[in-house]
């Protein structure tokens, strides 16, 4: 049985040779000098030969190794190979790749809206790549995902460490569907254990959206944004949508612009039909856009659309001015006037398959596999009533909209004609 002074004392010779322990164990002895430990047996039927570990300073002791030899003997109990489990877990090692690569095949190839797949692909270059750069999958725990994220709710960016424990999941529910045999760190990780949120289901009334309109033309920012803001309220497309729509989507002569599924948030393409108001919005839009060929350029890039956070800052300022006097306008967000539109038109009685549909809304239910009506005539109908009310309002008017199509104004069915005039 070997000691740790006869460990000490063991020399190198021209030829490797075995001094041997109890239970098996024998230390192996290099012509380098170098001294592990190893254990020979037989395993179905075969001779293996496992190192248990490298003997001496940073390696093991020797009752470390008598250990050690004890799990070895028990996995083979169960079953195992521990010789070839060791070179697998060596080729898994050699193997495995960086979350960087990972992540990066499943920003570009995952199915995402692009305005998603921007903001996610803008929060992992900022927040997650930096920290992970040159980690293994293998080598992100939970606890290295919990306090990232609480390092981000810390500096007062709840919804962002939301955001990055999201990404994280995905990035490794992409990488196990692909066939790494990995856990993902993020079901370990609850968002509740983040950040928590209280609802808001937050409407504008319409004395709200007179100062809202009337602080608009006060705030310190440029007419195109107080026009885009402004053509949400009046077509209840969501903020991405327009930010990054461009002029050929937009038919002046029929009064429609086309948005193409790519960048719809449920990838179905959609028809907003345009009022007189959100026309001549359209225009003055177009004036000053020059060449570009965004709906709203960036400022100092017209190749580039306008900045994420721009139409977020006008509703901040606008919130800021109305506290500051006094006025009665809670503070609101834009994707709040999407709810807004949605809420008065339900409220003056418009039908609510009209409204979805202005919203984009897709019915998850049996009906809607029976129901695939556009309701274009109506929806252009009620685009103009509600642009009429919102004129209304904001020049302190009331206003009763005509809820019904007008005569002659509505879909023509001719049986002589297989489409739809």
């Not at 008598?66 to 050699?94: C, H, N, W, Y």
């Not at 949120?197 to 004395?207: E, G, K, N, Y």
Request: aromatic fraction near 8%.
């Amino acid at each position: 049985m070997l000691t740790d002074a006869a460990l000490k004392n063991l020399r190198p010779k021209t030829k490797p040779y075995k001094s041997t322990d109890r239970d098996g164990m024998y230390a192996y002895v290099s012509p380098g000098g170098a001294i592990s430990f190893r254990y020979d047996y037989r395993f179905n039927g075969r001779r293996e030969t496992v190192t248990l570990g490298r003997y001496g300073r940073g390696g093991l002791s020797l009752a470390q190794a008598r250990e050690r030899l004890f799990e070895i003997k028990r996995t083979i109990a169960d079953g195992v190979s521990p010789a070839m489990e060791k070179q697998r877990a060596k080729r898994r090692l050699k193997e495995a790749r960086s979350f960087e690569h990972v992540a990066q095949a499943w920003m570009d190839k995952a199915p995402m809206a692009d305005s998603t797949r921007n903001m996610r692909r803008s929060i992992f270059n900022r927040e997650v790549l930096p920290k992970w750069r040159s980690r293994l999958l293998s080598e992100i725990t939970p606890d290295d995902l919990r306090a990232h994220c609480k390092s981000i709710v810390d500096r007062g960016a709840p919804a962002t460490a939301i955001h990055v424990r999201d990404i994280v999941k995905q990035v490794y529910a992409w990488a196990i569907l692909h066939g790494e045999k990995i856990d993902n760190p993020a079901d370990g990780v609850g968002p509740a254990s983040i950040a928590t949120f209280r609802p808001r289901d937050r409407s504008l009334s319409p004395a709200e959206i007179k100062i809202m309109l009337q602080l608009l033309g006060e705030v310190a920012t440029l007419p195109t944004i107080r026009l885009g803001l402004k053509f949400i309220l009046l077509s209840m497309v969501r903020k991405s949508e327009l930010q990054d729509g461009t002029w050929d989507e937009v038919d002046f002569d029929n009064a429609v612009w086309s948005i193409p599924k790519a960048r719809m948030k449920r990838s179905r393409p959609h028809n907003v039909y345009l009022s007189t108001q959100m026309l001549d919005i359209l225009v003055a839009l177009k004036t000053c856009a020059g060449n570009s060929k965004y709906i709203l350029p960036s400022r100092y890039d017209a190749d580039a659309p306008m900045s994420r956070a721009t139409f977020n800052r006008v509703t901040t300022s606008i919130a800021d001015r109305a506290r500051e006097r006094g006025l009665a306008l809670e503070p609101f967000t834009v994707h709040d006037l999407r709810r807004t539109a949605s809420t008065l038109l339900h409220e003056m009685g418009f039908n609510s398959d009209w409204v979805e549909k202005c919203l984009a809304h897709e019915e998850r239910s049996s009906r809607s596999v029976y129901n695939k009506a556009e309701f274009e005539a109506q929806r252009r109908h009620m685009a103009q009533q509600w642009s009429d009310a919102v004129d209304a309002w904001e020049a302190d008017r009331p206003f009763t909209p005509a809820l019904s199509v007008p005569e002659g104004r509505g879909p023509v069915f001719d049986p002589r004609d297989d489409r739809l005039r």
